[in-house]
């Protein structure tokens, strides 16, 4: 058995799976009935100054996906609604009955270094493992001039996170908002403000449907809607380069980074803490099943990690960061064409009309007696993998590796490169 | 076989048979009536349809299209079902087959478009084409914009189309689209064919038959004249002189007869007659049903006289066939629905005695049979009997000509096979009558009936406006 537990900034946990500063961590209830299913961890959804923000009815937007419902997920809920002092008193209730896990408070004030002392000094007395600054999230509260409005300036980020270094001891993420062109200028000012780490990504300015009846943005609130944060399984990529970004980074420094956005699964985590993560967040995949499904990410993990001879996430941990380069850094000698395993292939065609309509013509459609057949031109085939991925049977179509003896070559390297041909 | 073997060297008493037949109505409660002859499929719900839909991967050269005898554009409705453009759906799937809704429900789709569904080849089930059909027609069918059809300009010319099964309205719609004038013929009360009369009931239940005759008539330019009979009321040669062209979907009048002693014995009948009595039946529980049912036959009308009556109450029905399992023309499905309504089907024997008793079946005796050296159906010898309250033929249907005869003569060309002879084009050896449905060769199916019928409009249309 390999060991899943987790030191991330000091924070320890008996695994990595954390549920993210949301409605499921809002309440000492839920919090008590994540513990019972096993998560490692809260962030405790987002305390801000008294008194409590005021919520709307109608609060969450879905993007379902052939059939597949909450493919992706978004919301327009602010902080929470409750008085400061019963979350205050639920965090140091919890952290006292559950000591092995970790308790993070996501903390929103306006952006003012009194308000930040005040409720840091507060906070303290729960007892709590951590702060998680909430620069991220992008509706509602950054109109008040907090939370993403924040997120987007980096200059902010810094100066809220040294406000905050100053302030307390206890260990300080900050969490980015993707609400932004580059994701590395609010992390380096994290770590210029001397963050202990980075949590991200926050949720995604987004509008998941337009009711057509009503013609208004979902989640329809009276006839109008506003955009949300987005969430869920399509958010996964986006957040998987941003976590990658900031982890091979230089100026990042290694900065610890809590990995954020569409895990639903052992696998997705593994492959944040892959591309650098130390812990991940999760809350949509809890929000459409509820909590037990931590069971199988942390079963999952684990026989992956026994599997791949992995003893502690530390084993793994940013394996994939070295393979995560710049463009020009790829090999252009490389060299796979599309193979159609005709035995397996059931004749749908649609590995033919995509190539034909869209690619490179590289698959013919023949009938040959009577049955259609599908075959790679290997001479037209520039190995895209649209092939691969439109085709609905597993492995039928692979992508073969062309074997030659030339050399790892970049494009800066490559005589092709115009560049290249003026110093010849 | 050593039983029965042993039974042909030893004759054995028979058990007394009681004198008269059990044959009785109102076998089952309201209730199970009710039960038994709803919905054989319930129909799909929204969202289980955009499941299914989802499951379609939307084919290149899709060969479900292929093999649909009306070309339905089957990825196209289904990716239209997928994105809730229901309307759109059963636009495509009525251009192409006007009663569709009714093939939705009928077609045997295992051996049609979801045989072809690449899907199985995944060893997997096969898209179910046929429910996402019925969910868009039906979709359609609750709209107040249902007409999707505009007829062309007027082109004055008016044909004849004689029999109001599906290959007639196939017809009769497609020429009323394309500007002409119909009238069409049929010699009983009602249109819709086998639809109507034939059909099992749980297939086309809600009066399914006449609520699409009524969609096919609503665009207009369609007279329908009941109780003609062709070869009765109306004459072929009369038609053709009376009418720009003709079209012939008579369908199959003839039942054929297994050729035994006492066939003419109460009890013994056709199941196509029954069937369609107990489709026309207002009340089932007025329908008389005996407790002891053998059905002679192996198609798709067998099938639906064994399960329908045992779902009207017969206590034992028993399908007997005198080939295997692979050589019945019903599908391996109806053969399974048969065999989950308690049906017994018993291969390999054929019908040798029918034995009375005042007048009335009350026993039938079979012969097993077997292959020869040469593959020739022949008789083992030993025979096994049944006690038999009624006796069902389904053995088939022949076209009679009759109608089509002038003083003895065939006014156009007969196959070898006993039907009229066709082009491609669905056109007769005379040059202003096309055919269509079970009446010419091909498939007896009502998807094909209704291509027959599709085609020899847009032909009729053709030779009509050069």
Redesign the interface.
Known sequence: MADLSSNFVGIKSPNPFWLASAPPTDKEYNVVRAFEAGWGGVVWKTLGEDPPVVNVSSRYGAMHY??QKIAGFNNIELITDRPLDVNLKEIERVKKNWPDRAMVVSLMVPCEEESWEKILRRVETTGCDGIELNFGCPHGMSERGMGSAVGQVPEYIQMVTEWCKKHTKIPTLVKLTPNITNILLPARAAVNGGADGVSLINTINSITAVNLDIMAPEPVVNGKGAHGGYCGPAVKPIALNMVGEIARDPECKNIPISGIGGVETWRDAAEFIALGAGTVQVCTAAMHYGFKIVEDMVDGLNNWMDEKGYHSIDDFRGAASKNFVDWGQLDMNYDIKALINQDLC?????C??ACEDTSHQAIT?ERVDGQ?KYTVIDEECVGCNLCMHVC??EDCITMEEVQHDKPYMTWLEDPRNPANKKTA | MTDSSHAAKTPIEMPPVPETPDIAAGRLSPEEYKENFSDLLPALDRRRAIIEADRCYFCYDAPCIEACPTGIDIPSFIHKISTDNVKGAATDILTANIMGGACARVCPVEELCEDACVRNTQNSQPVKIGRLQRYAVDGLMQRDDKQIFTRKEPTGKKIAVIGAGPAGMSCAHRLATLGHNVVVFDAKTKAGGLNEYGIAAYKLPDDFAQKEIDYILSIGGIEMRYEHALGEKIKLEELRRDFDAVFVGTGLSGVNKLGLDGEDLKGVENAVDYIAALRQAKDLSKLPVGRKIVVIGGGNTAIDIAIQTKRLGAEDVTLVYRRGEDDMNATWHEQELAQNNGVVIKHWAQPKRLIGWNGHVRQIEFEYTQLDGSGKLTGTGDTFTLLVDTVFKAIGQHFVPSPVQEGGRDLLTITPKGKIAVNEDRQTSLDNVWAGGDCIEGQDLTVAAVEDGKRAAIAIDRALSA
């Open positions: 052939s059939g059931i004749k749908c065609g649609l033919h009309i459609a259609r609905p049977v």
